[in-house]
């Protein structure tokens, strides 16, 4: 016994309170396209009375593009007129009272009635779905160009959906992947993975939000890579969680760089360890031999003078003043060793102060000599205090003792205003050097001159040099021989190295 | 100079021979004990193993100690004279190669009363050891009981 169809025959005032309760506007032309019926809807989404529109050219709400063309389709439709859908695979659009046009779908019937032939059309404004659609195919177009891989998964763990980002980093294809399970890019024997990832699904699961994690994965060539992965739920209209989204990152090349980096990291540091064990045991190991050579060389000029003749005593004291010679050499490299190892400190430091110390010190040591020492006021700059004292100690230095050989000895100490900033400058008037050389100034044990001729251990220079280059400066020099040089000097260009 | 006894500390026979040496020039003649470790220099103050005989109550003058030493440290050989009721007033002056921060701050934080360091240039030694004797075993005064 099945259901009794039932069908009842409706009035015309029932039938027009259908048509008025309809979600689309629905129009009714006669044969020759006058509006003979529109519903509220089509006042709605049309914006004209509905006075407005009967007895007018159906073409009112086409917009003027297509006018022209409308009635011609109109006459094709009323030969062979049957339910259809209209204009098949083109975007139709409907044009509003206010001239704004939007897209439509229309669906035509014809109706017989005494003997006229009328054409209803129900027309549905699609614009929040074709936005929707668009919506939907840029995030579909931004998920397949991403460079990541982006995997769906189901909660069976199977592969659902599959970008191009997957296929490059993983190698496997769409076709080939969708439908796998995801253990598929599982290295064999990363159980602890497996574990770890039915864990992060139970608590998408539970309604949990993202996860990130790092992992191996292995390609379809058997290769393993490293990837960054962040999983978040995936859920159905009523919000429950159907699957997961799986977002992958090759970061291979991350690891191989924080890897290098951790090494260079570890051998810098042990390369330090060991500077400062080299260094420590220079002054504790070398020094000892060289008192030994000089105090056993004083005592034979001592004990057994009688037994020496002049050249024997010289030659003894040449082997003290060689090992004292030595001393100093330790000395001053250790000092260059400990400019590095110290940390540098920042506070304002008066250079003009330090520099009238450093010839303070020069002039006790050699109170006979007369020099001529001119030393700008108020050079106050971030720095060193201890540092830059030493630096400024070794350009007074140099410059003291390559004037020696002058009448008119002269050092003069300033600050000009460059374009990027301030330039120091410790001018003296003395021996000079061939700026040939000058790129042999700075380096450890690099002298231009001879013992004989000046003395030094030759790593004054590299010690300022490290001085002002931890400051975030640079210094370099101009010279003449036999007319003095010019060391300049700048701080604080850069960030200073602590 | 002074009839006190000297212990030198000292591992480096050319530094021992160098300081006695010194000493000899300063006057200082026969009243030097000279250990060649920390283990025997605490050895020689308490009275033990080879020094098992000595009166440990005869305390030296000063003591002139080395840092780098074999078997016990020469700022461990500190620590524990400090440590020790007996000896922890003795002077203790560290005579050494190193011009380190970290061991000026690790001696005098130990308790050194003096930290002075070994020149190459043997005429400056010479006058460094002289000034020592001279100060610690003429000028300072210290309590005739150091327990």
New interface residues.
């Given amino acids: 016994m099945g259901a009794e169809v039932r069908s009842v025959r409706l009035d015309e005032r029932t039938l027009r309170a259908v048509l008025e309760a309809a979600p689309d506007a629905i129009v009714v032309v006669d044969g020759t396209g006058r509006i003979v019926f529109v519903n509220a809807q089509t006042e709605k989404v049309f914006g004209y009375g509905r006075d407005e529109l009967l007895g007018q050219a159906v073409e009112v709400l086409v917009p003027e593009a297509f006018r022209a063309a409308h009635p011609g389709h109109r006459a094709g439709y009323s030969t062979a007129a049957r339910t259809r859908p209209m204009g098949m695979g083109i975007d139709l659009r409907g044009r509003r009272k206010n001239g704004t046009e939007f897209p439509v779908e229309i669906s035509l019937s014809p109706i017989e009635t005494d003997g006229e032939l009328l054409i209803a059309s129900a027309i549905r404004d699609v614009t929040d779905r074709r936005s929707a659609d668009e919506a939907k195919l840029r995030l579909a177009a931004i998920v397949q160009s991403s460079d990541d891989a982006i995997v769906g998964k189901n909660l069976d763990g199977t592969i659902v959906s599959w970008n191009d980002g997957a296929t490059r980093i993983f190698g496997y294809t769409a076709d080939e992947a969708i439908g796998k399970p995801v253990t598929i890019l599982w290295p064999p024997g990363l159980k602890d993975d497996e574990h770890a990832e039915h864990r992060i699904l139970d608590r998408l699961k539970a309604g949990g939000h993202i996860e990130h994690f790092e992992t191996l994965r292995r390609c379809k060539d058997g290769r393993d890579i490293d990837v960054s992965i962040t999983m978040s739920p995936v859920r159905d209209a009523s919000g429950n969680v159907i699957g997961a989204s799986k977002v992958a990152r090759d970061i291979s090349d991350r690891k191989r760089a924080e890897e290098a980096l951790a090494t260079a990291k570890d051998a810098a540091e042990t390369a330090a360890r060991e500077l400062e064990a080299f260094s420590?045991s220079v002054?504790?190991?070398l020094?000892?031999?060289?008192?030994?050579i000089?105090?056993?060389?004083?005592?034979v000029l001592e004990d057994y003078a009688d037994r020496l003749d002049h050249e024997g005593r010289r030659y003894l004291t040449t082997v003290?003043e060689s090992?004292?010679y030595m001393?100093q050499l330790i000395e001053s490299l250790l000092m260059l060793a400990r400019l590095t190892q110290s940390s540098l400190r920042q506070e304002p430091v008066d250079l003009s102060s330090l520099a009238r110390s450093a010839v303070a010190r020069l002039r006790s040591g050699q109170p006979r000599r007369q020099v001529e020492c001119h030393i700008a006021d108020g050079l106050v700059e971030k720095g060193d205090a201890r540092l830059l004292s030493i630096a400024l100690d070794n350009l007074f230095g140099n410059a003291w003792k390559f004037t020696e050989k002058r009448a008119d000895p002269r050092i003069e100490f300033g600050r000009v205003g460059g374009e990027d900033g301030s330039v120091y400058f410790v001018k003296d008037n003395g021996a000079g050097f061939d700026m040939a050389y000058a790129d042999k100034l700075f380096g450890v044990f690099q002298r231009l001159h001879s013992v004989g001729e000046f003395e030094g251990t030759g790593v004054g220079l590299a010690t300022v040099q490290r001085i002002i280059r931890r400051h975030g400066g640079r210094i370099w020099a101009e010279a003449k021989v036999g007319e003095g040089a010019t060391f300049w000097f700048t701080l604080n260009d850069r960030e200073p190295r602590r | 100079m002074s009839d006190q006894v000297i212990l030198l500390v000292e591992d480096?026979a050319?530094?021992e021979?160098?300081t006695l040496?010194a000493l000899k020039k300063s006057g200082v003649v026969g009243s030097v004990i000279v250990t060649r470790d920390g283990a025997e220099a605490l050895d020689y103050l308490f009275g033990r193993g080879a020094y098992a005989t000595r009166n440990a109550l005869d305390l030296p003058g000063v003591v002139f100690l080395d840092?780098?030493l074999p078997k016990v440290g020469g700022l461990d050989v500190l620590r524990r004279i400090r440590e020790h009721e007996a000896t922890k007033l003795l002077p203790v002056v560290i005579l050494?190669?190193?011009?380190?921060e970290r061991d000026l701050v690790a001696g005098y934080t130990s308790g050194a009363n003096s930290y002075v360091v070994?020149?190459?240039?043997?005429?400056r030694?010479s006058e460094a050891v002289h000034q020592l004797v001279l100060y610690w075993l003429v000028h300072n005064q210290r309590p005739s009981k150091l327990v």
């Fill in positions: 420590y002054a504790h190991d020094r000892a031999p060289l008192r030994a000089d105090g056993f060389s004083q005592a003290r090992a004292q001393a | 480096n050319n530094d021979a160098l040496r840092l780098n050494t190669s190193s011009r380190e070994k020149p190459v240039d043997f005429a030694f």
